[in-house]
């Protein structure tokens, strides 16, 4: 069974730095690439940033571009999101989720709450 | 970057009912949509992908058509555990962008 696992969240104070992770098991993980999706408590759903299966290509939403850095350790079977300079819209629920096709979401963790407030 | 429309964003239906949600983009994506089920609490949930494949274990009481910038999405006879938020996302182009969501409530 394919399963994600986030962790990591947290609260922290604007401006301040977390670091998401995200352990995959019941796949084989380099076949797979990832996503972070995140959702703000009471909205709807927000993709924020994409890595191909060696890392190799990456993608971000405007939003985040220059302040989130997403990167893998295939053997480990882990995804990581640093996320600098946090700002109060960057609360929310951050799910990891894999896709087969390219920006198709196949798969969820149960995703990891990040709040930013002081 | 596309955008993404829902119609209704909410709607209430009861047992048994047959359910249309529809999906608007701002410009042709051929077939890359996908129709997501979230129910309260959980992660989101794929249901359909490019626009009409039914996911592996999804019920066939839910339908997707639609190609260039028009989708739908149906439940045929909508059941008690249908309770949830649909949403639609496009995967054409990169942002890939989501539709704002349609909850649906069981009257």
């Known amino acids: 069974e394919v399963q994600l696992v986030e962790s990591g969240g947290g609260l922290v104070q604007p401006g301040g730095s977390l670091r998401l992770s995200c352990a995959a098991s019941g796949l084989t993980f380099n076949s797979y690439e990832m996503n972070w999706v995140r959702q703000a408590p009471g909205k709807g759903l927000e993709w924020v940033s994409y890595i191909s299966r060696s890392g190799g290509t990456i993608y971000y939403a405007d939003s985040v571009k220059g302040r989130f850095t997403i990167s893998r350790d295939n053997a480990k079977n882990s995804l990581y999101l640093q996320m600098n300079s946090l700002r109060a819209e960057d609360t929310a629920v951050y799910y990891c989720?894999?896709?087969?096709?390219?920006?198709?979401?196949?798969?969820w963790g149960q995703g990891t709450l990040v709040t930013v407030s002081s | 970057d596309i955008q993404m429309t829902q119609s209704p964003s909410s709607l209430s239906a009861s047992v048994g009912d047959r359910v249309t949600i529809t999906c608007q983009a701002s410009q042709d994506i051929s077939n890359f949509l996908n129709w997501y089920q979230q129910k309260p609490g959980r992660a989101p949930k794929l249901l359909i992908s490019?626009?009409?494949n039914l996911e592996t274990g999804v019920p066939s009481r839910f339908s997707g058509s639609g190609s260039g910038t028009d989708f739908t999405f149906t439940i045929s006879s909508l059941q008690p555990e249908d309770l949830a938020t649909y949403y639609c996302?496009?995967?054409?182009?990169?942002?890939?962008?989501f539709g704002p969501g349609t909850k649906v409530d069981i009257k």
């Open positions: 996302q496009q995967y054409d182009n990169v942002p890939f962008t």
């Open positions: 490019d626009a009409s």
């Open positions: 989720a894999g896709d087969v096709d390219t920006g198709s979401f196949d798969f």
